[in-house]
C-alpha cells in the first residue's frame, strides 16, 4: 500500500497570508491526524477527524482549523499566519480500530517570513 | 495531563553494543505507549507499541521495550545497535481518558551510534 502523502512537501509564505495544507491518508485509513513539530515546542497534536467528523483537538488558537472529505483525505488551513507557526506539520493516519497505530507522512515544512 | 519524559536528549554507543533510549510518562487510566523514530528530513516511523497484555514488546527493526507500571517507565532497547539505527527516537502516550489517537510526545533522544 502506499504511505500517506502530505502536499505541498515545502511553503514559504508571508505574515498575515493563511496556507492550506493536504493530506491523503493510506488506502482504508479513516482516521487522521495532525501535529506540528518545531524546535522550541516539539511535536504537538492540533486535531483528529475521523469519518469527516473532528473527534478530538489540541491546544492551539482557533486561526488553525481542518476538515476531511468523504474519501478521508483531510486538508488543515492556518489562516493570518505568523512567524511562529514556522513548522513542519505532520500528518498521520490510522485504521478504524480504536487502538491502531498512526502512520505518519513525510510532513510538509511551512517557513512564514 | 498526560506527560511524557526523555531524560537524555543524546545517547552515544558503539556498534554492536546494546543501546537503551529511556521513557517514563505520566497519565491519568491506563497508557498506551508508543515509540517512533525520526530520520533527517523525514515523517515519524513507527517502531512499537504496548497497549496491554506482555509487558516486553518487539517491534520493528530488532527493536524491544519493556513497560513498567511502577515505575512509569517504557524503555526502548536494542541489544546489538547498527550505525543505521542513529536517528531521533520519541516516546509517545495517549489513554482512553483523552483519546487514543491524540498522541503526546517527549522531546526526543538522539542516538548516535558510532563505527
Known amino acids: 500500500k502506499a504511505g500517506v502523502t502530505q502536499t505541498p512537501r515545502y511553503l514559504i509564505k508571508t505574515r498575515g497570508q493563511q496556507v492550506t495544507l493536504s493530506c491523503s491518508p493510506i488506502s482504508g485509513h479513516r482516521s487522521v491526524s495532525w501535529y506540528q513539530q518545531t524546535p522550541g515546542q516539539g511535536l504537538q497534536f492540533l486535531f483528529e477527524?475521523?469519518?469527516?467528523?473532528?473527534?478530538n483537538k489540541g491546544n492551539f488558537p482557533g486561526r488553525f482549523s481542518g476538515r476531511q472529505f468523504s474519501n478521508s483525505r483531510s486538508e488543515m488551513n492556518v489562516s493570518t499566519l505568523e512567524l511562529g507557526d514556522s513548522a513542519l506539520y505532520l500528518c498521520a493516519s490510522s485504521p478504524s480500530e480504536t487502538r491502531a497505530s498512526q502512520y505518519f507522512g513525510p510532513g510538509t515544512r511551512l517557513l512564514v517570513l | 495531563a498526560q506527560s511524557v519524559a526523555q531524560p537524555e536528549d543524546q545517547v552515544n554507543v558503539a556498534e554492536g553494543n546494546p543501546l537503551t533510549v529511556k521513557c517514563t510518562y505520566s497519565?491519568?487510566?491506563?497508557?498506551?505507549l508508543f515509540w517512533y523514530v525520526q530520520y533527517p528530513n523525514r515523517g515519524l516511523q513507527f517502531l512499537l507499541k504496548?497497549?496491554?497484555?506482555?509487558?516486553l514488546v518487539k517491534g520493528s527493526y530488532g527493536f524491544e521495550a519493556e513497560f513498567n507500571k511502577s515505575q512509569t517507565s517504557f524503555h526502548l532497547k536494542k541489544p546489538s545497535a547498527l550505525v543505521s539505527d542513529s536517528a531521533l527516537y520519541f516516546c509517545?502516550?495517549?489513554?482512553?481518558?483523552?483519546?487514543?489517537?491524540?498522541?503526546?510526545f517527549g522531546t526526543g533522544t538522539r542516538l548516535l551510534v558510532s563505527p
Open positions: 477527524y475521523f469519518s469527516e467528523t473532528q473527534r
Open positions: 497519565v491519568s487510566g491506563n497508557p498506551y
Open positions: 504496548y497497549i496491554t497484555g506482555d509487558n
Open positions: 509517545a502516550v495517549s489513554s482512553m481518558n483523552t483519546g487514543f489517537q491524540k498522541l503526546v
